[in-house]
């Protein structure tokens, strides 16, 4: 059985695709560089994180938290041979206008190189392609409504895409406003099967009435019938009437019954053995909190279309609640290789769980300035929009250890390194070390942002030895999480004992933080992401302070369950 999420943590917004024998899920990035990440898998059972589409064809930059990259969708052209990213950059939600641009690339292999972004329109988010059978392509998006006295956020609408003159064909037109009732209608993807139109769509909002509907139509602009049974799979399993509230969060649709809440967002890949299934959007929040630690996440569902030409659950017992275990696919099993937990940085490169807040990882880190360590050149504060030095993992649960070792001598009290639990720029927890003027040189300390607030945390502040490396960690117990830290003890050839650090040696500094606060739905400046844990550096004064860091060592139990109270 497959159990759910595959991609547990911040991996929203999941876009199928397949190619012969294999299969490419692509998810949003938000504000976080590289941008799309791409997962790879051959039997929709094991999974491995291939590529990013988007390194240096954006510039996220001074874009607020939540904004950024929004909703891919990751398509192949079979008459072509190519891959093809339709993708958003969200620039404003002031005032509700969603300024956002959309934009095309293409590649003829999953791992690029990829083609200059064309820009197709600024008509709404979650914009996606369908390559039609006639050569033709056409472009779906959420229209966004921002006239008083229209029903928020907006309908679906279509255009054509002229890849020759690149340039869409017309205006978008307008075509769909949902099968159900539940409002909030986004994320369409439209399919050709069997000489119909399909658009799959979510509706309810990206929260806790979250669904994926399905329309069809003989032509492309409609009229579109809808779904005779109003949607396929959903963690709401009631009806609900809410056009006219456009909040997406919908907290009042919590379903006790299920793990999986928010479950919507979906897209469909039909098999060569004969079998479907559907990847959609999940979470599974802290109760009875309803706070969502690891973001919304991806789940899948196995799913048929039946002989009137719609989709349904594939196991009739479920209805149409998300499942948190799915039968696996008629295919052989081909395991893939997964990230390391611990990285000593001796391969070279930086792997590809390392994400960095609106900029790229390679310009603030360098795995070959010191063997055997990542160095990290200090730039701006942590709570900046610009260019912040943090080198961070998605937590994919919240029962995990994380530690590092940290070689840094700060001269001034602008110069700061550490470990650092981070959901945005205003909402983080750093175990920093940093020259104290007060005590004359340098020291261990705990700085806290909550929602703005800062916290220095004088209480915890302790001189340190500039001869030795600290090591520094992080222990997520579910509801809490607090730090460590230590020296780190060396044989006589100067190595780590053993490799990774005896935890014995490390103690407590600072209180337990609530781990549930890291969440969209706590965070007042942050939404649709989730947490990080990552490594640090800043310098406030020249931006040429490095700190080098040993290891980087992630240790989560994926196992354990969100706690419930």
């Known amino acids: ?19 012969g024998d294999d299969y490419y899920c692509a998810v949003s990035s938000f504000e976080w560089m590289p ?16 590529t990013h589409v988007l390194t240096d064809q954006v510039d ?43 934009y095309v690339i293409s590649a003829a292999d999953i791992c690029g190189p990829w083609s200059e972004p064309v820009y197709l329109h600024s008509a709404g988010f979650d914009a996606s392609i369908l390559h039609d059978d006639d050569g033709k392509k056409y472009v779906v998006s959420l229209e966004w409504e921002t006239r008083e006295g229209y029903e928020k956020p907006g309908v679906i609408c279509v255009c054509e895409y002229d890849p020759q003159a690149k340039h869409i064909v017309g205006y978008p037109q307008r075509i769909w406003d949902g099968s159900t009732n539940r409002g909030c209608i986004e994320a369409p993807h439209l399919y050709k099967r069997n000489g119909y139109y399909y658009l799959m769509c979510a509706e309810g909002g990206t929260g806790y009435n979250h669904c994926v509907t399905l329309a069809r139509s003989r032509n492309v602009f409609g009229p579109y019938e809808a779904d005779p049974e109003g949607y396929i799979v959903s963690s709401a399993i009631n009806e609900s009437n809410e056009r006219a509230d456009p909040d997406h969060l919908k907290p009042k649709y919590f379903n006790p019954q299920s793990v999986l809440q928010k479950s919507g967002h979906g897209s469909v890949v039909d098999l060569p053995t004969g079998e479907s299934y559907l990847f959609h959007l999940t979470s599974r929040p802290f109760v009875p909190e309803l706070r969502c630690t690891l973001g919304r996440e991806t789940a899948i569902q196995k799913v048929k279309w039946t002989e009137d030409g719609w989709l349904r659950l594939d196991d009739d017992k479920s209805g149409k609640l998300a499942q948190l275990e799915v039968e696996e696919p008629q295919l052989l099993a081909v395991p893939m290789p997964q990230q390391p937990s611990f990285d000593d940085f001796d391969e070279g490169k930086l792997n590809l769980c ?30 900046s929009l610009n260019s912040v030095s943090i080198l961070a993992r998605k937590l994919t649960s919240v029962f995990a250890t994380v530690t590092t070792s940290v070689d840094f001598k700060p001269e001034v009290y602008q110069h700061s390194a550490g470990l650092i639990v981070y959901y945005e720029n205003q909402n983080y927890v750093n175990l920093r070390k940093y020259y104290s003027q007060t005590l004359g040189g340098s020291a261990l300390s705990i700085i806290h942002l909550e929602n703005g607030a800062k916290n220095e945390m004088l209480d915890t502040r302790i001189p340190v030895d500039d001869s030795k490396e600290i090591v520094m960690r992080v222990v997520f117990e579910g509801r809490k999480f ?3 830290w230590g020296y780190k003890v060396t044989d006589g050839s100067g190595d780590q004992c053993g490799g990774k650090v005896d935890s014995k040696s490390l103690v407590r500094i600072g209180p337990d933080f609530e781990t549930s606060k890291f969440s969209d739905e706590y965070c007042k400046f942050g939404e649709f992401t989730g947490t990080f844990v990552g490594i640090t550096c800043a310098d406030r004064l020249l931006h040429e302070r490095c700190a080098d860091f040993d290891f980087f060592d992630y240790e989560a139990d994926e196992d354990q369950a969100v706690p419930v109270a």
């Open 1 to 19: 059985m497959i159990k759910n999420p595959i991609f547990k943590g911040f991996n929203p917004d999941p876009c199928i695709c397949r190619k």
């Open 35 to 50: 941008g799309i990440p791409v997962y790879h898998s051959k039997d929709l059972v094991h999974w491995e994180l291939l």
């Open 60 to 102: 996220l930059r001074r874009l607020p938290s939540a904004k950024g990259i929004w909703a891919p969708c990751l398509t192949y052209c079979e008459a072509e041979d190519r891959f093809y990213v339709v993708y958003g950059v969200m620039n404003s939600m002031n005032s509700r206008y969603f300024d956002v641009d959309n």
């Open 354 to 383: 390392y994400y960095a807040p609106r900029i790229m990882p390679e310009t603030f880190a360098s795995v070959t300035a010191r063997l055997g360590y990542v160095r990290l050149r200090g730039q701006e504060s942590r709570t």
């Open 482 to 484: 607090h730090f460590e």
